[in-house]
């Protein structure tokens, strides 16, 4: 390909396809390359905040999600280790949740749409160039293409954050879950906290669509392997420490395997360097918890493609550019940050959940200005 594109974006999850669509329908010429062929699962709590829906509206996608996401959320059930729960609504629009599969492909062809190129799969094996230079992408059978910049959409940090190689991911689809739909429940043990919600419907045949489908993730901490080795063995533990669980899936039946992944690696990371622009899990990753790994995605993609091309047009330096998207970033997902590390630190120490659930319980309004405080109402 011998004329370089003004922007590559690599990896096609939620970040990249919402930011190569933003950057093509803003005038530029995108390529964005993912290694994977869609539709395909991935581990995620595939909710889909509130704060998502204003990106997805001006992607021309927020009907079409609508129709296929699961029912609206209006609470989040919290439920402590004594057996109780306490129930506490959102704010604002009511959030939903979509499948991952379903919610990348749905993104994916919004980009190709928008006129971006796609290359898929097409598994990126090296990167060479700078702000000054440009960019050269290489890949495993010897393609190579060329770009001004890059935007770094392949998900969390291959660098390590101070204790973040604990946590592991889990995720699988369940059915016949004893959960009302406009309900989100978290808990916590020791060592792991986990969340369910009715996600959307599974494609294929009317019997398999039909049946409520629900979304189950936790994490766990490695060291809980050694004794409970798969999926269903860390939600058995779960279960002896939440009453409330153990019956809530009294009657429910996993649709499909344990997907795994991981180590996680919350906290904070690099927004840019030298011509690179991170968006999504590569510039910060969340706890799953509070559920805005999916919002995180879309902002900052969304964050990227605004201030991208008007720096580009006003003839700012990449790094001006850049030092402008990395301060936007900070002042717009560091709360979600912290809240996430605050609130995953309690469900997995059972002394402070035992001692938050109490509080709760006598104080509810304390946890509807958590998931305030949370970007929930963003």
């Known amino acids: 390909m011998d004329e370089p594109a003004d922007v590559v974006v690599v990896g096609g999850g939620p970040a990249g396809s919402a930011a190569a669509a933003l950057l093509a329908r803003a005038g530029l010429r995108v390529i964005l390359v993912e290694q994977k062929v869609f539709p395909r699962r991935k581990v995620c709590g595939e909710f889909v905040s509130s704060g998502a829906r204003p990106v997805l509206d001006c992607l021309d996608v927020l009907e079409q999600f609508d129709a296929l996401a699961g029912p609206p959320l209006q609470a989040v059930r919290a439920s402590t280790a004594d057996g109780r729960s306490v129930d506490v609504p959102f704010g604002g629009a009511a959030p939903r949740a979509m499948a991952r599969d379903q919610f990348d492909q749905l993104l994916l062809e919004c980009a190709h749409t928008w006129g971006a190129e796609i290359l898929q799969p097409w598994r990126v094996q090296r990167i060479v160039g700078s702000s000054a230079t440009g960019f050269s992408l290489f890949a495993a059978g ?103 669980w153990a019956n809530m899936f009294r009657g429910a039946q996993r649709l499909d395997r344990w997907n795994a992944c991981g180590p996680a690696r919350p906290g904070r990371g690099v927004a840019y360097h030298e011509g690179a622009f991170r968006v999504g899990n590569a510039a910060g990753e969340v706890h799953p918890l509070i559920g805005e790994g999916v919002t995180l995605a879309l902002r900052s993609a969304a964050l990227v493609a605004e201030l991208l091309p008007r720096g580009l047009a006003a003839g700012d330096s990449w790094a001006e550019i850049g030092r402008k998207y990395t301060v936007a970033w900070r002042r717009e997902f560091r709360r979600r940050l912290y809240a996430a590390n605050l609130f995953s630190s309690v469900l997995v120490r059972p002394t402070w959940g035992a001692f938050s659930g109490g509080l709760l319980r006598r104080f509810p309004r304390l946890l509807n200005a958590a998931v305030r405080y949370s970007g929930k109402d963003a």
């Open 142 to 244: 010897g393609e190579s293409i060329r770009g001004r910049c890059v935007v770094l959409a392949h998900g969390g940090s291959k660098a390590p954050r101070p204790g973040s190689r604990k946590f592991l991911c889990f995720q699988a689809h369940f059915t016949g879950v004893d959960l009302p739909d406009g309900v989100t429940a978290v808990a916590g043990a020791k060592d792991m906290y986990a969340g369910v919600l009715r996600t959307s419907a599974a494609p294929g045949p009317q019997a398999a669509a039909a049946l409520p489908r629900y979304n189950v993730a936790f994490l766990a901490r490695r060291r809980l392997l050694a004794d409970y080795p798969s999926g269903d063995a860390l939600l058995e533990y779960l279960f002896r420490s939440q009453s409330a």
